[in-house]
């Protein structure tokens, strides 16, 4: 088999490890990848070199040597610029990091490193992730690889470009409003927001915040369930990670359709706006699952409450991270990360018990919900990737979108049930757009959603 930078990721750890390629050779193609594609996508930052040829070299030698191996190893890989990578640049894509080198590795950089990949440097954020459009004042704008002219999403804006460009094979990224689902659906790739407590991150300023994970990204959802088993499984410094050993979590995946009770609704009953050309894109997904043998239904659960609850925690949460910062340094963000913050500080006690009692209840509602349906189908994103100079959507269907999360809704509402959810590439728009659709299942089945979202895009094949 001969391999090139569009082989799956199994493919060429597989290939590596049979010694029919080096893991230098496995850099220099990607390498020359990067110089073809990068200058014009800004998906990859703070690339290094020098620094991945000594990795790679090192890693042929331990192989070389006879020494057991990682699931990952020789792979090229780019980590998140908002995850710490000891030694590298770490940015996370604000002016105030610009020159940061991190001392320690994240936990979730930690693990895919000790599964030997080979790190090349790290992918384009928006400004401390926030924001589902992915530019910041450091490293500039990073364009969709389908279209440079649209949006390649965010916050994981770049790995999900690098990913789609055959820049790197897999990637990691974090998803608080869509970040992992958002630029898979608008760059063609997979991505999980895995289970609360299924990726453990490590150091975070509070262990019980849980409106953001950590999780995979790849080309098809056999080579994302090989990096979730990476990923996944419990440590002692995360409370709250489940208990589940990552391994159980890769693949082979067996999934069927057959006999699936599905859920699929476009806009969860008129909950949020959704582009006219999306929610036929969607809604024609019925077609392939019914074909498969699944049983379709247009239903959706109720989660009124998952608008109020997303922003609040949201708000809080930046408050508590980074109020000190902004009022230290106010001209150093950009205004509508700094009116989110600001808005948290408004916040009272009342406000915030609030907010859980009702995150409480989705996750009720939502476990009632799956007792009748196996899993829900909806849209990733309101609307196809948009213009790479606006910040985010001006409108949809002519609906004026108030602020930079007005158009995310059909996947933060996902966010605030715990639910795992998966975005898998399914059509494009008659400009040629890549459109994902989102399958979410019960918290706590994200081997049964792997199963599903292999056996669907086994269907498309």
Known sequence: MTISVESTARDQVA????REISARELLELHLERIAVRNPELNAIVSLDEERARAGAAAADEELASGAEVGALHGLPFAFKDTHGVAGWRTTYGSPLFADHVAEHDD???????????VVLGKTNVPEFAAGSHTFNRVFGLTRNPVDPTRSAGGSSGGAACALASGMVPLADGSDMGGSLRNPASFCGVVGLRPSLGRVPEWPLYNQWETTSVGGPMARNVGDLALLLSVMAGPDPRAPQALTDAGASFGPPLAGSLAGLRVALSPDLGGAFEVDTEVASIVSSSAAVFTSAGASVTDAHPVLAEA?????TLRAWHFQAKFGLMLAASPDEFKPSLADNIRAGASLT?????????????????????????DVLVLPVSQVPPFPADQ??????????????LDWMRAAYFITVTGCPAISVPFGTTVDGLPVGIQIVAPHGRDRSLLEVAAAFEAALA
């Not at 915030?352 to 799956?370: G, I, W």
Request: net charge positive; glycine share 6%.
């Open 15 to 18: 290939a590596v490890r049979r």
């Open 107 to 117: 936990l979730i950089v930690e693990r895919v490193r000790r599964a030997g990949v």
């Open 307 to 311: 608008d109020d609850t997303f922003r």
């Open 349 to 373: 006690g009342a406000d915030v018990a609030r907010a859980y009692a009702q995150r409480t209840a989705l996750s009720d509602r939502m476990r009632d919900f799956f007792t009748a349906y």
């Open 391 to 404: 910040e985010y959507p001006a409108s949809i269907n002519g609906r004026p979108m108030d602020t930079y």
